[in-house]
Every structure is written in structure tokens, then in C-alpha cells.
T-cell receptor, first 115, second 110 residues
Framework: DAGVIQSPRHEVTEMGQEVTLRCKPI?????LFWYRQTMMRGLELLIY????????DSGMPEDRFSAKMPNASFSTLKIQPSEPRDSAVYFC?????????????FGEGSRLTVL | SQQGEEDPQALSIQEGENATMNCSYK?????LQWYRQNSGRGLVHLIL?????REKHSGRLRVTLDTSKKSSSLLITASRAADTASYFC??????????FGTGTSLTVIP
């Protein structure tokens, strides 16, 4: 398996632009998580899905952020409009819920810079 | 915030020495996990300990869990330069949320 695949790996955009980050979880996994990592705030849980349904989005910082999971093999995190303080590395992770090990498998992240 | 705290924030040791990192958390948990992150990469799972376990070993890793104190420790024995990375604890609650600690940056000097 190729693991969790995120795109783009790097994005530089200007304030006010729309940003869409993409994630393909590991095939067969039924839970998907979006995290944001910054030096100041560490790893923050933004939202997670079980069986494509958003369960907890309390970590989404503002209405400018939205996430979707239209099917089991694809999720998006959208920021519209983007602001400089959104600059961070965004990680997607997936797992097989109720699996004995319970571990999360992370993608390599999308590094976002908003100028 | 439900994030845990890790201590120390940074640790520098000589190759061959042991490295100990501590994690404290705030809520009841189902399990606690430790992850490693190399610079510029995603996190990689190391070991999981369930709430009814007190100690677990995996190779050079030893994890302890004290649920009464809401704390855990990760011991890496006989460290190697390749162990240089950031290490994070993560707690899983009954709601399936995973919350990560602030991380410990480990440098192993050859």
C-alpha cells in the first residue's frame, strides 16, 4: 500500500485566495483525521470522520475552514479566504477504527504558506 | 485544550545513553500512543499502551503508564544517532479523538 497520500506537498499563496488540500487515506481505513502543526500550537486536531461522516469539527478554527469526505478514498480541507496565520503544515491521518493496534497512519503533510 | 504536555521540550544525549521523555494528559483515556516525527516528515507510530496496562516493551522502547497521575514515560535505551527526531504522545479518548502532546525534540550526538 502507498500509505496516506496528501497533495500538494507545498503551497504558497496570497492572502485572500482559496486553498484546497487533498488526502487519500489507506484503502480499507474508515477513520480519517485532519491536523494542523505549527511551532506555537503544536499538533491541533481540526476534524475527524468515521465512515465518511464528520464526527467532531470543534477544532476547526473558523468558518473559513471546511472539510469534506465525499467517499471512503478522498477528503479535502478547504480554506477560503486564506490568511497569513493559516500558514502551517496540515496533516491527514487514517486508521481502521477498532483495529487492535489503533494506530494512526500519517501522510507526509501539506506545507502551506500564505503571504 | 485537551493536548498533553511533554517534558522535556528538548533533550540532547550522547549515542549509547538512554533517553527518557515524559507525557502528562488531562482526561480519561482508552489508550496512549507514542509517535516519532523526523524533520519535514509525517508522524510514525511507535507503540501503544492501553489504559489497563502499566508497562510495555518493544525492542529498545519501554513505555509506562500511570492513569492515577495521568502520565506516561517513553524510554529509549542505547540511543543511536538515527533516533534523532521529535517524539509525541497521543491520547485516545472514548470519543475516538486523538490529541497529541507538545513533543520532545531528541538529539543524539554520535
Amino acid at each position: 500500500d502507498a500509505g496516506v497520500i496528501q497533495s500538494p506537498r507545498h503551497e504558497v499563496t496570497e492572502m485572500g485566495q482559496e486553498v484546497t488540500l487533498r488526502c487519500k487515506p489507506i484503502s480499507g481505513h474508515n477513520s480519517l483525521f485532519w491536523y494542523r502543526q505549527t511551532m506555537m500550537r503544536g499538533l491541533e486536531l481540526l476534524i475527524y470522520f468515521n465512515n465518511n461522516v464528520p464526527i467532531d469539527d470543534s477544532g476547526m478554527p473558523e468558518d473559513r475552514f471546511s472539510a469534506k469526505m465525499p467517499n471512503a478514498s478522498f477528503s479535502t480541507l478547504k480554506i477560503q479566504p486564506s490568511e497569513p496565520r493559516d500558514s502551517a503544515v496540515y496533516f491527514c491521518a487514517s486508521r481502521l477504527r477498532l483495529a487492535r493496534t489503533g494506530e494512526l497512519f500519517f501522510g507526509e503533510g501539506s506545507r502551506l504558506t500564505v503571504l | 485544550s485537551q493536548q498533553g504536555e511533554e517534558d522535556p521540550q528538548a533533550l540532547s544525549i550522547q549515542e549509547g545513553e538512554n533517553a527518557t521523555m515524559n507525557c502528562s494528559y488531562k482526561t480519561s483515556i482508552n489508550n496512549l500512543q507514542w509517535y516519532r516525527q523526523n524533520s519535514g516528515r509525517g508522524l510514525v507510530h511507535l507503540i501503544l499502551i492501553r489504559s489497563n496496562e502499566r508497562e510495555k516493551h518493544s525492542g529498545r522502547l519501554r513505555v509506562t503508564l500511570d492513569t492515577s497521575k495521568k502520565s506516561s514515560s517513553l524510554l529509549i535505551t542505547a540511543s543511536r544517532a538515527a533516533d534523532t527526531a521529535s517524539y509525541f504522545c497521543a491520547t485516545e479518548s472514548t470519543g475516538n479523538q486523538f490529541y497529541f502532546g507538545t513533543g520532545t525534540s531528541l538529539t543524539v550526538i554520535p
